[in-house]
């Protein structure tokens, strides 16, 4: 598997929530709680915003919050902002004992 | 503070080799690995390899095997990535970061801008 399998665009107006959902396999997303989530504006470099599964690094936003199931892991961001209009890409830790990134995606606030 | 500085933009030919840095500072260099993922134009993120400090291995994607080389030098705290036989598709935003625990790339460098021209 090149990639985790993730929606390429999501869209949602402020204050309401948005879920990206990550699909990976039991070799990476279903069997490791290593799953991660970076939010990526334009020009800049990817920012951590959730680690193993559903930990928030300090000083990120309690809007953000995750979970996993079974091979699938997902993001919701609620209360949405102008400022959250980024690209997101999930990662997980794979058998192989690499790292395997989504595809990314674009979330436009409207 | 935790500070990743890479070395600054290239260009070039189709053939040649690449070679990248990245200084760290502000934390112990030998307590946490170094990944890179790199960025083209427009594209996604993608994993390149890692210098782990969770087994003290160097693992490099498959698709770079054979002219990926993943290197650090503990005494300046400066991590390399040398790229080979450069292609036009290689053309991107090459970024480092530091790996905390298992997987997770909490500091980032600003990302070197490589460019491969045929």
């Known amino acids: 598997q090149s990639a985790l399998t993730q929606p390429a665009s999501v869209s949602g107006s402020p204050g309401q929530s948005i879920t990206i959902s990550c699909t990976g396999t039991s070799s990476d997303v279903g069997i490791y709680n290593y799953v991660s989530w970076y939010q990526q504006h334009p020009g800049r470099a990817p920012k951590l915003i959730i680690y193993e599964v559903s930990r928030r690094p300090s000083g990120i936003s309690d809007r953000f919050s995750a979970s996993k199931s079974g091979n699938t892991a997902s993001l919701t961001v609620s209360g949405l902002q102008a400022e959250d209009e980024a690209d997101y890409y999930c990662t997980s830790f794979t058998t192989m004992t690499t790292l395997i990134i989504g595809g990314g995606t674009k979330l436009t606030v409207l | 503070q935790v500070e990743l500085v890479q070395s600054g933009e290239e260009v070039k030919k189709a053939g040649a080799a690449v070679k990248v840095s990245c200084k760290a500072s502000g934390y112990g260099f030998r307590n946490y690995g170094i990944t890179w993922v790199r960025q083209a134009p427009g594209q996604g993120l993608e994993w390149m390899g890692w210098n782990s400090a969770y087994n003290g291995n160097i693992k490099v994607a498959e698709k770079f095997q054979g002219r990926l080389s993943l290197t650090t030098d503990t005494s300046t705290s400066t991590a390399y990535m040398e790229l080979r036989s450069l292609r036009s598709d290689d053309t991107a935003i090459y970024y480092c970061?530091?790996?905390?625990?298992?997987?997770?790339?909490?500091?980032w460098g600003q990302g070197t801008l490589i460019t491969v021209s045929s």
């Open positions: 970061a530091r790996v905390l625990g298992i997987v997770d790339l909490d500091y």
